[in-house]
């Protein structure tokens, strides 16, 4: 994977107040999202069913972690290419669902700890570790502002992938995450652009032609990626080290690195020292 690295000059705009605003909702779980959501529970591991998309971007996100670990020289040289990538790593799946990402990190030898909302899927994430006898893996029932309350600057790396489209508020949600946080730990975030490409690519195609499960995605909320690093750079104290374009193609379940971030990106941000 070759990373475009895009350092911009973060200026105040109408986009930055519009969701600094968002401030003033406490609690960053929208319900509606985690029944929506826990209402897939029967088919959360299934790779060929309603959440194959899901499942096929296992290997960038995978990918994308590892390179910027290393990248931030935090991956021993010898384990770098290996089963052991992720050894003595604390990581944490900010709204792991069933544990699709979090199962896989703890294969790399990670210390991985997945936290959601959803009882359901927490419960489907727990009975499919179990089965495996996975002893990498810790999940817990609870949303990032209860996690955050005992776990401050625990976790070299925090991962919340597909997840911040969901969220009601982003600035709080991703205050929090920061908290947990080392001081010069990753945070990795993937998340559709709000563009017209994405409402086609995402929604008019997507959720219209059943490749991603109705009701999925409200386009209002997918935030751009000069809006994500405004937050994080001003507000959490982070430095953006790369953002990268991602591309999904629903007709042949494919997942991509392009140069173009209008349908979907990835941002690696790195907590102040």
Not at 238 to 260: A, E, H, K, Q, V
Request: with cysteine; hydrophobic share 35%; glycine share 6%.
């Amino acid at each position: 994977m070759n990373l475009i690295v895009k350092k911009t000059n973060i200026s105040n705009s109408f986009f930055i107040s519009r969701l600094l605003t968002q401030n003033h909702v406490k609690e960053t779980v929208n319900a509606h999202e985690v029944e929506h959501h826990s209402n897939m529970k029967d088919y959360w591991w299934n790779s060929n069913g309603p959440l194959n998309a899901l499942h096929s971007f296992n290997p960038l996100r995978v990918s994308f972690i590892i390179n910027g670990l290393a990248n931030m020289k935090k991956i021993e040289t010898k384990n770098i290419g290996t089963r052991q990538s992720l050894e003595n790593i604390k990581i944490l799946d900010v709204g792991c669902g069933g544990g699709l990402l979090t199962e896989a990190l703890s294969r790399l030898d990670g210390n991985v700890t997945g936290i959601d909302p959803s009882k359901e899927l927490i419960t489907i994430a727990n009975d499919h570790s179990v089965i495996l006898r996975n002893k990498n893996i810790k999940y817990f029932n609870e949303s990032i502002e209860e996690h955050a309350l005992s776990n401050s600057e625990s976790y070299d790396a925090i991962v919340t992938s597909e997840v911040l489209e969901h969220v009601s508020n982003k600035y709080g949600f991703l205050t929090k995450c920061v908290d947990c946080l080392k001081p010069g730990g990753s945070l990795f975030v993937t998340t559709p652009n709000r563009t017209i490409c994405s409402w086609l690519n995402d929604i008019l195609i997507g959720e219209t032609f059943n490749f991603i499960p109705k009701g999925t995605h409200e386009w209002e909320k997918f935030i751009c990626p000069h809006e994500l690093q405004s937050i994080l750079e001003i507000n959490c104290k982070c430095d953006t080290i790369s953002i990268n374009g991602l591309s999904y193609d629903p007709f042949t379940n494919r997942w991509s690195w392009t140069d173009s971030t209008n349908l979907s990106y990835a941002i690696h941000a790195v907590k102040s020292t």
